[in-house]
């Protein structure tokens, strides 16, 4: 295996389930524009479920077989999703390219945090949103998910300071009830926003 997602995905059942996220599905209704951009996406069921509400979706992850996934996701679903395989810790990115981010349970190490954030700032069109939920600080004492490394989980300053300028359409610091797939079972400490770039 290249790598230890590819070692997790590499299954014939989906680890994480077909289901979208219940934050993504909750705030999806107030998505705006047409280009989405679903980044550490897994084997799929998030861009998956934002092609099926009409978007024109784009998935990055690190996984070949995550990837192979969330195509065989789409086409049984009679849906399209571009896939491309992207390190989020070394990604170029473009400036004003998509319309939405996403960004669920996308933990990268301590030192690209501050570049991955500012990176999805910089290739958000003016207008444009930024939806996450990622786990907190606190997720270390409930065990049910995330990466167990204090500093690859979130604290509320994380997004605050490094969009201060944006709107805050929505922003929630605290317990959730996830139950997706085998990974990630039960209560949790999350913190989920959905941000628009001013113009």
């Known amino acids: 295996m290249d790598n230890q997602w590819d ?15 219940p934050f993504i599905q ?3 209704e107030q998505l705006e524009g047409k280009n989405v951009l679903t980044i550490a996406e897994g084997e799929g069921r998030n861009a998956v479920y934002l092609a099926e509400q009409g978007f024109n979706v784009t998935a990055w992850d690190y996984s070949k077989i995550g990837l192979k996934k969330t195509e065989a996701l789409a086409q049984q679903r009679g849906v399209h999703v ?3 395989l992207i390190d989020l ?3 170029e990115w ?11 349970w996308g933990h990268v190490r301590a030192h690209a945090k501050h570049d991955l954030l500012q990176g999805v700032k910089q290739a958000v069109k003016s207008g444009g ?9 606190h997720q270390l004492n409930y065990k049910t998910g995330g990466p167990p490394v ?11 300071h490094n969009f201060s300028d944006w709107e ?8 959730a009830e996830r139950n997706e797939g085998s990974f990630h079972t039960g209560r949790c400490h999350v913190i989920q926003a959905l941000l628009r770039k001013t113009k």
Not at 94 to 104: A, L, R
Not at 168 to 175: L, T
Request: proline content about 3%.
């Open 89 to 91: 810790e070394t990604v």
């Open 94 to 104: 473009q400036s004003e390219q998509w319309d939405v981010i996403v960004n669920v």
């Open 7 to 21: 070692e997790r995905f590499n299954r014939d059942t989906y680890v994480y389930g077909t289901a979208p996220n």
């Open 129 to 137: 949103l930024f939806v996450t939920e990622m786990y907190s600080v």
């Open 168 to 175: 805050y359409i929505h922003f929630y610091y605290g317990e």
């Open 150 to 160: 204090l500093e690859m989980l979130y604290t509320p300053e994380d997004i605050l």
């Open 26 to 28: 909750y705030i999806s």
């Open 82 to 84: 571009k896939t491309e």
